[in-house]
């Protein structure tokens, strides 16, 4: 079960240091008691790009975050926002940034105009300008028409709405998200994922924390997998997924031939790599480039008088990454 | 100035929570007023709270001379009752019957025919029956009456045991006394005993004091003591119910959300301590000014009534932050803050105001808590005590408060360090 994971060598990886950086982490740890929630922890994300920490519940993703948003002191090691250290310089790392919490932390008595006055008074804004970013943010979260009403009476939708608009009011350099997206129908999900991106287009950096692959996967510059407080891999989605080879899956299920049989010819041929029959006489292929070879596949099961009864196709994905480097599944926990 | 901003956030949310008000408000007002109402208008006569109850008394009694029935008569006619009932004396009991049927009268007092010769009677002890006809949708006037004749006839008993025994002594020298002759007897002691201060008004004392002594003093002290009880335990109440507010911040995430704002510790901690020291102000001065104005109440001189608010406010905050700083949860503090406050508040004495006979050690047990010490000074202030009267208790709430305050200062800055 537990695998000894040392840290694939992702190639390109130091060709993509472009850009100034925004985010530098070095060997980052923090034990609460015994748990050891982050270990040795090391990371950056260059200014204008959004990096996604990914990883199962208790990876340690929040806590790293509440390291780099001060709200944690850290056992060991350092960071650097905007190149300000955390453990140094605190009050500039948190004008610098914006912090969505996990948990929704909003005073459900007020409203949702008193909720971000009070929050912008807390990051210093003041007056005319105050007044003008409570109506900018109102305005981008969708809530200007329930601005009055007390926040307790919104729905789970409108409440992250709101705790992500908070984060914004002092146009932050860097966005730190925790699982933004958690227990919200797909609409506003959808919804605040294209917020994300347009943030970022305008410039913003974003460091995402999520346990969907496909969150991470739409929205990032690169991935950061985090298991058991550790950092297992991290680079581009394609650098990732090619930890699992350039092999695509394909489960089929045949009728009126032996499995065994249509298994050999398969596997004979050019760019299927391996051919496994199943329990239940489906057979899974491991092939290099599934647009290929599924004509011939289906060429030779005519040969045999056979009917492919099914066809499905798996690219490669994080969850495949995840599994190979962990032997569990990013939900099984 | 975010502390003040942080501040008054605390105290929209409190003064938007119904609940609070009620608790800061309107339980220390209404408790008080329940008090006023049940004791206020009977004494207060002055303040023509209560109309004097109108009394028909028919007098039956048939005896000549030294007569009970023209005893009670004079009695109920007497000026000391005349802020409690208003009489006139009827020729016939069908007229006094027909005054309360038509509510010209709350109550009638028959006087029946036989009345000296019964209520005198050592030998036979039988209940005298004065009737009583009265006006059924009343309540307080008829019990009055009903009280006054009473102990009257209480104080024949004792007429009655003296009579008696001038009989048995009178007997020993061989002197036979007569029913008649002991009935005067008994009867000439009792106007004796009412000439030499053992009168009936001695009821008035019993009931209330305040009637006694000049300009109704005694019953805005009490309804002020009963009022200065409440309002303590009610801000001490609120010391630690806003003190709370820490705690709950803490559960909502929000105390964390502020952690990562650039907004120092220290500074959000101090927000949190000025919004219940604020919140105790307005609590306070609230209380004061209310219950004057509706109960009358006499708080003493501005100078020392100023000194105590300032103090009451720093000792409840202070106690209430020192409270909170040991609670890690809501769940837990509603028990703590109940509980600390309702033993606390019970030694302090602020259940007990206004009570006399309250043991003299009790006084000691107050000056260990607290609350004792802010009672002992509005108690003062409340007598008419100056500055110097109060400057002890005021002293020590300053003190005892600023060093609450400071305990509660290190153990949160440890906790959220
Ligand atoms: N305050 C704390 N006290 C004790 N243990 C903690 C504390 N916070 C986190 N942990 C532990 O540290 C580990 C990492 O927790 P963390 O919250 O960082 O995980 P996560 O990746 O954010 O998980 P999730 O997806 O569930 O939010 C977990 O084992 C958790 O139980
Ligand atoms: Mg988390």
Redesign the interface.
């Known amino acids: 079960m537990l695998q000894v994971v040392t840290q694939p060598q992702v190639p390109g990886k130091a060709a993509n240091h472009n850009g100034p950086i925004a985010i530098r982490v070095e060997g980052l740890g923090k034990n609460f008691d015994k748990i050891q929630a982050v270990q040795d922890v090391s990371f950056e994300v260059e200014e204008g790009q959004i990096v996604s920490l990914l990883g199962p519940n208790g990876a340690g993703k929040t806590t790293t975050l509440s390291m780099l948003a001060c709200l944690l002191r850290p056992d060991s090691g350092d960071a650097w926002i905007m190149d300000y250290s955390i453990k140094t310089e605190a009050a500039a790392v948190k004008q610098a940034i914006g912090v969505v919490p996990q948990e929704i932390a909003l005073y459900s008595d007020l409203s949702a105009k008193e909720n971000l006055q009070f929050w912008g008074k807390m990051y210093g804004l003041r007056g005319p300008k105050l007044t003008g970013r409570v109506e900018e943010i109102l305005e981008l979260v969708g809530l200007t028409e329930r601005q009055k009403g007390p926040v307790a009476k919104f729905s789970g939708g409108m409440k992250r709405r709101l705790n992500i608009g908070v984060a914004l009011l002092h146009r932050p350099q860097v966005l730190y998200m925790d699982e933004p997206t958690v227990g919200i129908d797909p609409q506003s999900r959808r919804n605040i994922l294209d917020s994300v991106k347009k943030l970022n287009r305008e410039g913003m950096t974003v460091l995402y924390t999520t346990h969907y692959m496909e969150e991470a996967q739409e929205l990032s510059n690169r991935i950061i997998i985090m298991d058991q407080g550790k950092v297992i891999v991290q680079g581009t989605h394609q650098e990732l997924v090619k930890i699992v080879g350039e092999q695509d899956r394909i489960n089929l299920t045949v009728s009126q031939v032996v499995p065994k049989e249509i298994a050999e010819r398969w596997h004979a041929l050019e760019g299927v790599n391996r051919v496994s029959l199943n329990e239940d006489n489906s057979l899974t292929l491991l092939v290099s480039d599934s647009n290929l070879i599924l004509p011939n596949l289906f060429e030779v099961a005519t040969g045999l008088g056979a009917r492919i009864t099914s066809v499905d196709i798996q690219e490669p994905n994080l969850e495949a990454v995840f599994l190979h480097l962990t032997g569990r599944g990013l939900r099984d926990s | 100035m975010?502390i003040l901003?942080i501040a008054f956030?605390d105290m929209?949310?409190s003064f938007?929570?119904g609940f609070a008000i009620i608790m800061m408000f309107g339980l220390p007002l209404l408790i008080t007023g329940l008090f006023y109402l049940a004791f206020g208008g009977i004494i207060n006569g002055d303040n023509d709270q209560l109309a004097p109850t109108k009394v028909q008394v028919v007098n039956l009694d048939q005896t000549q001379g030294v007569a009970a029935g023209n005893s009670l008569v004079t009695f109920l006619q007497s000026q000391e009752l005349t802020k409690l009932i208003a009489v006139t004396v009827s020729p016939d009991e069908a007229s006094a019957r027909q005054a309360v049927d038509s509510q010209q009268a709350g109550v009638a007092v028959i006087i029946p025919a036989n009345f000296s010769n019964t209520i005198m009677d050592s030998a036979t002890g039988a209940a005298t029956a004065v009737t009583l006809y009265q006006d059924p949708t009343l309540r307080l006037g008829p019990q009055i009456v009903r009280e006054l004749i009473g102990h009257f006839l209480d104080h024949y008993n004792g007429s009655r045991i003296a009579g008696g025994v001038l009989a048995a002594q009178a007997g020993k020298y061989g002197v036979t006394l007569d029913n008649t002759a002991s009935q005067v007897a008994g009867l000439e002691y009792s106007q004796w005993a009412q000439t030499q201060g053992a009168q009936p008004n001695q009821l008035l004392d019993l009931q209330a004091p305040a009637s006694q002594s000049a300009n109704d003093k005694p019953l805005t002290s009490l309804i002020g003591s009963v009022m200065a009880g409440m309002m303590l335990f009610f801000v001490f109440y609120t010391g630690a119910d806003t003190a709370e507010t820490i705690v709950k911040e803490e559960e909502?995430?929000?105390l964390?959300?502020?952690?990562?704002?650039?907004?120092?510790r220290p500074l959000i901690l101090a927000g949190k301590f000025v919004s219940v020291v604020i919140t105790l102000l307005i609590q306070v001065v609230t209380l004061v000014v209310a219950s004057a104005l509706l109960f009358g109440i006499n708080w003493g001189a501005p100078l020392p009534v100023g000194f105590m608010t300032v103090g009451t406010v720093v000792l409840a905050a202070g106690f209430g932050l020192l409270l909170i700083s040991f609670v890690k949860t809501t769940r837990q503090s509603g028990p703590v803050i109940g509980g600390a406050l309702a033993i606390t508040g019970m030694l302090g004495g602020l259940m007990t105001t206004g009570f006399n006979n309250i043991p003299s050690f009790f006084a000691t047990i107050n000056l260990l808590t607290p609350q004792g010490w802010v009672l002992k000074g509005w108690t003062s202030t409340l007598g008419g005590g100056g500055v110097g009267d109060i400057i002890g208790p005021w002293l020590v709430s300053i003190v005892l408060g600023l060093a609450l305050f400071g305990v509660a200062t290190l153990i949160f800055r440890r906790r959220f360090a």
Do not use: N
């Open positions: 975010k901003d956030k929209l949310r938007r929570s909502e995430g929000t964390a959300r502020l952690f990562t704002t650039p907004t120092s």
